[in-house]
C-alpha cells in the first residue's frame, strides 16, 4: 500500500519551455501532496504544499509564478516547471500525505529534469 | 542551530556490525519523526517512524527518540552491503493540515562487505 507515482520519469527540455510533471497516489487518498527539489549531493528541499481543491502553500524564495502547482483531486497533483532554464535542472520529487490519518509522507519515485 | 542536524558522515562499517545514526532538532514541541532511506539516483523511500520516547523496532532496525535530549536515533544490526545508502532524518513539528517535514542533510553509510 501507499504507493506514489509521478510521470515522467525523467525530461530534457529546451530552455524557455514548460514541462509538466504528474503525481499521483495510486491506492491512498492523499490530503496533501507535498512537492520537493534536491540538487546533487543536497539534502530535499521543501518546495511547496498543495492541499486538493486550494491553492499552494509555497516556501520562502520559490516562485509561484515559476512554479505552477495544481491539487486537482484527492489523488493528483500537478507541477508545471515554466519557462525553464538551465538552473531548473534538477530532481523533482512529489510525496503524499494520507487522509486516513497520521503524517506520514510517501515519496513518489522522482523526475529529474534537464534543461538545456 | 539548523532545525535538524545529522553527522555529517559518512560512516562506513563493516558487513554484520551494528550501524548507529544519530539526529538531533532544534524545536521541542516536535510531533513526529522520520527515518528515510535514500539510494544514489533514487527518491527517498520510508524506513520507520517513531512518535513516542523509547525504542521501536522493525525487524533489523531499532528507532530511538528522546524527547528530552531532542534526539532521535536509528540502529541497524547485522548490517548488509545492501544498507549502503544515504539516511535522512526528518521530523514533523506539527499534524493535521500544517504537516509538513523538515530533513536533515543526510548521512552516507557504507558497509564494507
Known amino acids: 500500500g501507499a504507493v506514489v507515482s509521478q510521470h515522467p520519469s525523467w525530461v530534457i527540455c529546451k530552455s524557455g519551455t514548460s514541462v509538466k510533471i504528474e503525481c499521483r497516489s495510486l491506492?491512498?487518498?492523499?490530503?496533501?501532496m507535498f512537492w520537493y527539489r534536491q540538487f546533487p549531493k543536497q539534502s530535499l528541499m521543501l518546495m511547496a504544499t498543495?492541499?486538493?481543491?486550494?491553492?499552494?502553500?509555497?516556501e520562502q524564495g520559490v516562485e509561484k509564478d515559476k512554479f505552477l502547482i495544481n491539487h486537482a483531486s484527492l489523488t493528483l497533483s500537478t507541477l508545471t516547471v515554466t519557462s525553464a532554464h538551465p538552473e531548473d535542472s534538477s530532481f523533482y520529487i512529489c510525496?503524499?500525505?494520507?487522509?486516513?490519518?497520521?503524517?506520514?509522507?510517501?515519496f513518489g519515485p522522482g523526475t529529474r529534469l534537464t534543461v538545456l | 542551530q539548523k532545525e535538524v542536524e545529522q553527522n555529517s558522515g559518512p560512516l562506513s562499517v563493516p558487513e554484520g556490525a551494528i550501524a548507529s545514526l544519530n539526529c538531533t532538532y532544534s524545536?521541542?514541541?516536535?510531533?513526529?519523526f522520520f527515518w528515510y532511506r535514500q539510494y544514489s539516483g533514487k527518491s527517498p523511500e520510508l524506513i520507520m517512524f517513531?512518535?513516542?520516547?523509547g525504542d521501536k523496532e522493525d525487524g533489523r532496525f531499532t528507532a530511538q527518540l528522546n524527547k528530552a535530549s531532542q534526539y532521535v536515533s536509528l540502529l541497524i544490526r547485522d548490517s548488509q552491503p545492501s544498507d549502503s545508502a544515504t539516511y535522512l532524518c526528518a521530523v514533523n513539528k506539527n499534524t493535521g493540515a500544517n504537516s509538513k517535514l523538515t530533513f536533515g542533510k543526510g548521512i552516507t553509510l557504507s558497509v564494507r562487505p
Open positions: 517513531i512518535y513516542s520516547n
Open positions: 491506492d491512498f487518498q492523499a490530503t496533501t
Open positions: 498543495s492541499n486538493e481543491g486550494s491553492k499552494a502553500t509555497y
Open positions: 510525496s503524499a500525505d494520507s487522509t486516513s490519518g497520521g503524517d506520514t509522507q510517501y
Open positions: 524545536d521541542r514541541g516536535s510531533q513526529s
